[in-house]
């Protein structure tokens, strides 16, 4: 039952490259999700999608980009990796469409560093 | 705007004495709330959400309309509650149900 599995755990970067954090699900979950944590911050969402070929900006999507061709996947873009960047980014899933089928469900975390 | 505010950010107790981690939400419509843990190198999860009144792990929320608050308590810690507390609105957007978190409360029970 592997739920939510984001790869990589740790990345380091250079500051101008550019990466993709990997995340996939296996429940079938219609709503993804991609957030930050920072220190003091919180949880900020950067982008989400509700189904298969449609996404939408969260409340701080600049320097992402994001696609989903498939319910399974969710993948998160850094294309110029600047070290404003360097942070924990957490991919969640949830069935979505219903309050009651709202609990979100979380990966791993990948802790990204740019130098 | 949606907003979840947790106004603090460290909260120490010790093992046995009551603990309640406040959260306060703006919402124009009927909230949903949730409160979320991650536990060290763990990842998040739900602890509990006030739709199901439900206790976990000694944990309560009631949702206190009036007050807009859905403040987590707990009458007596235990060193295993130490880890960052999330508390988090969700409202439909879009046809789907987005989710909004606060800044997180991180908890220390000492024994």
């Known amino acids: 039952n592997a739920g939510v599995t984001q790869t990589p755990k740790f990345q380091v970067l250079k500051t101008g490259q550019s990466m993709t954090l990997q995340c996939a699900q296996d429940m079938n979950h219609e709503y993804m999700s991609w957030y930050r944590q920072d220190p003091g911050m919180g949880l900020r969402l950067i982008h989400y999608s509700v189904g298969a070929g449609i996404t939408d900006q969260g409340e701080v999507p600049n320097g992402y980009n994001v696609s989903r061709s498939t319910t399974e996947d969710f993948p998160l873009r850094l294309l110029s990796a600047a070290p404003s960047q360097t942070s924990v980014y957490f991919c969640a899933s949830s069935y979505g469409g219903s309050v009651l089928n709202t609990e979100a469900f979380f990966g791993q975390g990948t802790r990204l560093t740019v130098v | 705007a949606q907003r979840v505010t947790q106004p603090e950010k460290l909260l120490s107790v010790f093992k046995g004495a009551p603990v309640e981690l406040k959260c306060n939400y703006s919402?124009?419509?009927?909230?949903?709330l949730f409160w979320y843990v991650q536990y060290s190198r763990q990842r998040l999860q739900l602890l509990l959400r006030?739709?199901s009144r439900e206790s976990i792990k000694g944990f309560t929320a009631d949702l206190n309309k009036g007050e807009t608050s859905f403040h987590l308590k707990k009458p007596f810690a235990q060193e295993e509650d130490s880890a960052m507390y999330y508390c988090a609105l969700s409202f439909p957007q879009g046809g789907s149900e987005k989710l909004v978190f606060g800044k997180g409360t991180k908890l220390t029970v000492n024994p």
């Open positions: 006030h739709i």
């Open positions: 919402y124009s419509g009927s909230p949903e």
